[in-house]
């Protein structure tokens, strides 16, 4: 019996499933509907494209603070139910540069719950850099992670439905389903029904290399660009090198152009990639593995986690928009989302 039907396969979908098992919800009442699942490529699908840290240039008011720190501190258990780092979540040490000094809030929030955190000196930091930091962070794989999340999800009962929807009410699977939960991303913008206009995508592109030289974070936040180079776990040394933030461009195509001057711009913020490469100390030695390009599905106004009545006894609960950071703050998203859900009906 249905009676929770969450649409999306994206990590934010598969975050709030785990979320209503942690509450206490039976499996079998929770059904996943969605067009594309774990395993799918697809420009609509912005989850396997994600370079997968944990990193700290998100927003310092309160919510994306409380989605950021929780999802640090509990994904340690959710690593230990899928088997431990080979499922493709893995701790790795990150440094994180800032031209632009983060609000006291930030700072202070962060320092009270990263692990191994460390302020780096002002003499040590790169010219330009206002602040920097040190600590261990994330890393996930996020192909192998939604596959084996799926899998465990699965194996606890949960149903899984391959479908595009035209509109929400096709979410209504039976009679029996009291709630939805719309975690349908970038595809909020597009669905029938109240379109969301305030949805629009922030372009990236990344360049994925062999680098088994490399087993650490590094990244910079200028005002204008993001420069990033982050370790894919369990991949066969896979180094992901990084990247655009395009407000409100839909394309899924890649570009020599930023392709390379990706390559420039992490080589000089991270020298060792090239002065260690076991294949050749000259950008024509790094070995690329693949360029993609995804579409963070961003909201003006911040993440959407809102409780609404359809009609009696019917809820919709949305929980999408969660831009640059569904893998880093999706935990904490979830959570909110489903103590929405199991709220009594008059706390709406
Ligand atoms: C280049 C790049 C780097 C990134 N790096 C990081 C990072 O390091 N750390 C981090 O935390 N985040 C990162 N992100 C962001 C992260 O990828 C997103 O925040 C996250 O994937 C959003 O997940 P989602 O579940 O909301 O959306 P999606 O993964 O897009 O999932 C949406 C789901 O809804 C379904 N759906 C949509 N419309 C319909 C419909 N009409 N009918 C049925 N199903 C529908 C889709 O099929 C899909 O299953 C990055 C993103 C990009 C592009
Ligand atoms: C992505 O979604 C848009 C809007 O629904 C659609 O027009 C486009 O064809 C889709 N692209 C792919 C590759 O499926
Ligand atoms: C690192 O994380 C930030 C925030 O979560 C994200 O915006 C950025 O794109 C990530 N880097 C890569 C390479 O994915
Ligand atoms: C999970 O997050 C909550 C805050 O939302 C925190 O109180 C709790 O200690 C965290 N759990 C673990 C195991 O760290
Ligand atoms: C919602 O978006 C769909 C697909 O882009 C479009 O066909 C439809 O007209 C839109 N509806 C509204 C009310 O804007
Ligand atoms: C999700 O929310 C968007 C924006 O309000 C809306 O257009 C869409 O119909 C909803 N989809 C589902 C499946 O609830
Ligand atoms: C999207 O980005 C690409 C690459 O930077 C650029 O060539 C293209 O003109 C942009 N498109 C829009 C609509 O901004």
């Known amino acids: 019996m249905t009676k ?173 389903t009291k709630t939805v939960f719309n975690c349908t991303g970038i595809g909020a913008h597009k669905l029938g029904g109240v379109n969301d206009t305030n949805v629009y995508p922030t372009r990236g592109q990344v360049v994925v290399i062999k680098a088994p030289h490399i087993v650490e974070n590094v990244m910079r936040w200028g005002e204008d660009y993001a420069t990033y180079i982050i370790k894919r776990p369990y991949s066969k040394d896979q180094l992901i090198l990084g990247g655009y933030m395009q407000k409100d461009n839909w394309t899924a195509d890649t570009y020599k152009h930023e392709t390379e001057d990706i390559l420039k711009r992490t080589t000089e913020l991270f020298p060792k990639i090239l002065a260690d490469n076991p294949y050749g100390n000259d950008l024509k030695d790094l070995e690329i593995l693949r360029v993609v390009s995804g579409l963070r599905p961003s909201r003006y106004g911040g993440v959407r986690i809102e409780k609404s009545l359809v009609e009696h006894n019917k809820y919709l609960v949305h929980n999408y928009g969660a831009s640059g950071y569904g893998y880093q703050a999706g935990l904490g998203m979830g959570y909110e989302a489903v103590r929405l859900a199991l709220a009594r009906d008059n706390n709406l």
Not at 13 to 41: F, K
Not at 71 to 97: F, H, M, V, W
Not at 127 to 153: D, E, H, T
Request: glycine fraction near 8%; include cysteine; proline fraction near 5%.
């Open 4 to 176: 929770y039907v969450i649409v999306g396969s994206g990590i934010i979908g598969l975050y709030t499933a785990y979320n209503l098992l942690l509450r206490g919800v039976s499996p079998r009442e929770i059904t996943i509907v969605a067009e594309h699942l774990p395993g799918d490529e697809s420009i609509n699908y912005t989850s396997p494209y994600a370079g997968g840290n944990f990193s700290c240039i998100t927003d310092d008011d309160p919510k994306t603070l409380f989605y950021d720190k929780h999802t640090y501190t509990n994904l340690s258990r959710l690593q230990k139910e899928l088997g431990g780092a080979p499922c493709g979540l893995d701790r790795y040490i990150s440094t994180e540069y800032w031209d632009t000094k983060p609000s006291k809030e930030k700072i202070e929030s962060l320092a009270s719950y990263l692990q191994e955190y460390e302020i780096i000196d002002q003499m040590n930091l790169p010219m330009g850099v206002a602040y920097g930091i040190k600590f261990r962070s994330w890393n996930f794989n996020c192909p192998k992670f939604l596959l084996n999340f799926q899998k465990y999800l699965q194996e606890k009962g949960i149903r899984f439905i391959k479908r595009k929807l035209t509109h929400i009410t096709q979410a209504y699977l039976t009679s029996s």
